[in-house]
């Protein structure tokens, strides 16, 4: 009788469990986007089927799939899965997982895979506790992080691990998961609803999720709209998928134009229509190369402190600190030099310019490169005065000024006269600023 109680209370659960946890993949065909990795000719795909696991780390934006990729991958393998959370484990919980995998192994033959959410997490200590387990393949470890591995993973732990990036999800893969969503639900979406749950989740398919979770709360019948912002906090009434693209458009033109009236007018305006931050510090931190550029370096590095202010210290309170970077942004001088410098080099490389560096520009390290001629005439620049000689660094039949012409605004006209004092004056002309 109690099994029959437990089976109804399980069904209960289920059928109001959210909606993030209800549409998880149960195999890799429903994973929806990272087909690069889990596609019919996916690496991860190819690698569970084949029945054995390396430990790997996967990095990519939050809400694009790493927890359900992982499982699935460790259940296609045949693998013991156990799963930690950096956050609440510590070592004690490390040193039991292992020897429970060495029991597992020595019993049955069965081989575990451990994987671990917000690796970038655990501790030094921590992480070395893995690297004997990594090494001899006592456990498979499934790494999951949002930051950089290279600057929060153990070098150790990493050289032991392969990495796959996992990309944030497209706009059309958004869609797909809210209409799958509202079939779950058994509600329908209209077509603006969906816009603005997409437009709302920041490629977080968990956070558009989470949202049509409360919108369908609001209403007995279909879902508009109106439910999606009121879901939002009201935030997206005033916005429509074109509003959306249209405000985004005059926020940037309004920074390259140097109106910070403006500038900071359409950030309020999106930040109100529940625009993500971190997609607009985002986009801060591309328009501080693109338009500011070499007139004033110091703009990327507002912008990439900005975006970093974003997520340690969330919203409300962080639009006060895009305030301050779009102010910043649009007082700076501005300078193009940097996006005209990369569509050249790219220009230059499509016309099948060479690609091999002069001789003495190349490694020289290596036993028998002398032979090659590798290295030799090669000037040392600090050898000489004020750091520069001349010496030719294009291949051949690539000449200076086709790909990188400065711009004579703001720091760029200083840094462009500092560089013409260094080498005296004998390469004055070989960079002539645009006026």
């Not at 591995?149 to 958004?174: G, K, Q």
């Not at 090659?372 to 000489?384: E, I, K, Q, S, T």
Request: one cysteine or more; hydrophobic letters at 40%; glycine letters at 8%.
């Amino acid at each position: 009788m109690s099994s029959l109680f437990d089976a109804a209370g399980d069904e209960r659960r289920a059928a109001s469990a959210p909606l993030a946890h209800r549409l998880r993949p149960r195999s890799l065909d429903d994973v929806v986007g990272q087909q690069h990795l889990v596609g019919p000719e996916g690496p991860l795909r190819k690698m569970a089927q084949s029945g054995r696991l390396t430990s790997f780390i996967l990095y990519g934006p939050p809400g694009t799939g790493k927890t359900s990729i992982a499982r699935l991958i460790a259940d296609i393998a045949g693998y013991e899965l156990v799963e930690l959370s950096a956050v609440s484990s510590g070592v004690k919980d490390v040193r039991e997982v292992l020897d429970r995998a060495r029991r597992i192994l020595g019993e049955g033959g069965r081989r575990t895979c451990l994987f671990i959410d917000e690796v970038h997490r655990f501790n030094k200590a921590q992480q070395d506790l893995l690297l004997p387990a990594t090494e001899n393949g006592l456990v498979a470890l499934i790494g999951a992080t949002t930051e950089n591995p290279f600057f929060e993973v153990n070098a150790a732990l990493l050289s032991r691990s392969t990495l796959w990036r996992l990309h944030e999800l497209s706009t059309d893969d958004l869609a797909a998961i809210a209409i799958r969503g509202a079939g779950e639900a058994g509600v329908a979406l209209s077509a603006d609803a969906v816009s603005l749950l997409v437009a709302g989740s920041s490629g977080d398919a968990r956070n558009l999720l989470t949202t049509l979770d409360v919108a369908r709360s609001l209403t007995s019948g279909n879902i508009e709209r109106e439910h999606v912002a009121l879901a939002r906090d009201g935030r997206h009434l005033r916005q429509s998928s074109d509003t959306h693209y249209d405000q985004v458009s005059a926020f940037i033109k309004s920074m390259r134009g140097s109106d910070p009236d403006a500038a900071v007018y359409w950030l309020v305006a999106l930040l109100e229509s529940g625009e993500s931050p971190r997609f607009l510090a985002r986009r801060m931190v591309i328009f501080a190369s693109e338009d500011i550029g070499m007139a004033d370096p110091l703009g990327l590095l507002t912008a990439e402190a900005a975006a970093r202010a974003v997520e340690f210290v969330g919203m409300p309170e962080a639009s006060l600190t895009l305030v301050h970077c779009a102010l910043t942004l649009a007082l700076m001088e501005k300078s193009n030099s940097a996006t005209e410098a990369l569509g050249r080099a790219r220009e230059q490389l499509s016309r099948g310019s060479s690609t091999e560096p002069p001789p003495a520009l190349r490694d020289a390290h290596y036993a028998g490169a002398s032979t090659l001629g590798h290295g030799d005439d090669y000037r040392y620049p600090h050898d000489f005065q004020n750091g520069w000689v001349a010496q030719q660094y294009l291949p051949d039949g690539v000449t200076a000024g086709d790909v990188y012409q400065a711009v004579s605004r703001g720091r760029e006209a200083f840094l462009l006269e500092q560089w013409r004092r260094r080498r005296g004056n004998a390469e004055s002309d070989a960079l002539t600023p645009l006026e």
